[in-house]
């Protein structure tokens, strides 16, 4: 068999394996995916990192971070009035395409209109003064529509955003190179998120989770397109770095979803994505969550994760 057609079926295995189940999806906010895939398997967001070697700064980046600084859950309680996490809102494709303005960031961001349900959740609230993230998967299409600083325009019949980015989850594809997305790092947001569905029903985290840090290098590595920071020291992280839990690190004293996710962070790890609070782990909104039983990832230190060896890294 020719590579080309190798490559033509593996390709058209992956569609087939995360087109399975959409039609079957429900919609609404935070809508469970079950065992879907976001992206296709060869995606960086899925790869198995457990056996990659260790890049030559680890140590160096790693105390930058902070060595003695905990592992933080960005979500599982309510935050302010409003359910702490990344809200996302799944449509089918008939769902009405609105006009969205976009600001600062409209030279690297993707046109509108986007498919915006009215009542879409808004990170952290309607009153937030964050990144009030706005997130849509067609389910249909397998699309994914993000926007950062989003605010409703006329009753959510239009919006207002910094930036926005539009992925073809099918067929995902990176930014041009030096542009940003919804995120500091130019990577898509729902792929990064610890969900319900997959922490305590499936009990598999099976991909990378997305995190942050408070000061990051002027610097980005694949898979991340954009830096968010000044500084040129290169023992920061760059934007699109992972990190994985140590495969040394015990998990025996670990049980429920907190083993779920540090054994996610054993073979998956986590990829550098804003800036924010040290170690913060990203996840979505769900009533279901039990704050307690999130709260022993605690435990996890800086010093318990190592850098996977990156790729060329982007300065400029």
């Known amino acids: 068999m020719k590579m080309t057609s190798l490559k033509a079926l593996l390709f058209v295995a992956c569609v087939s394996q995360i087109g399975a189940q959409i039609p079957s999806l429900k919609t609404g ?69 609105v006009p969205v303005i976009f600001e600062e960031g409209k ?8 498919p915006i349900p009215t009542d879409a959740w808004i990170e952290g609230g309607p009153h937030s003064d964050g990144d009030r993230h706005v997130i849509v998967l067609d389910k249909d299409r397998w699309i994914l529509y993000e926007i950062y600083r989003a605010f409703p325009l006329d009753g959510g019949r239009a919006w207002k955003a910094y930036s926005g980015a539009v ?16 995120d500091a790092a130019g990577l898509p947001i729902l792929p990064g998120l610890a969900r319900y569905d997959e922490i305590c029903v499936l009990k598999q985290l099976r991909h990378a989770l997305r995190f942050t840090v408070s000061r990051s290098r002027r610097a980005y590595v694949a898979p991340a397109t954009h830096f968010a920071s000044p500084h040129r020291d290169e ?23 907190a083993r779920v996710i540090l054994e996610g962070l054993k073979k998956h790890g986590l990829i550098l994505a804003d800036n924010g609070g040290d170690w913060f782990i990203s996840g979505a ?10 709260t022993p990832i605690r435990k996890v230190k800086g010093r318990d994760f190592e850098v996977v060896k990156m790729g060329p890294v982007t300065t400029r």
């Open 29 to 97: 906010p935070n809508a469970d995916l079950g065992e879907q895939l976001l992206m296709p398997l060869q995606d960086s967001w899925n790869l198995d990192v457990s056996q990659e070697p260790v890049d030559p700064l680890s140590d160096a980046i790693i105390a930058s971070i902070g060595a003695d600084k905990p592992l933080h859950e960005d979500f599982g309680l309510v935050w302010k009035g409003a359910p702490g996490g990344i809200p996302y809102h799944v449509v089918s494709a008939d769902q009405p395409k």
């Open 235 to 257: 023992t920061l992280p760059p934007m699109g770095m992972r990190v994985r839990l140590k495969a040394s690190f015990d998990l025996q004293p670990f049980q429920g979803p």
């Open 107 to 114: 030279a690297e961001s993707d046109p509108g209109p986007y």
């Open 167 to 182: 992925f073809d989850l099918k067929n995902p594809r990176s930014r041009p190179q030096g542009w940003t997305s919804a």
């Open 285 to 294: 909104p769900d009533e279901r969550w039990v704050h307690e039983e999130l």
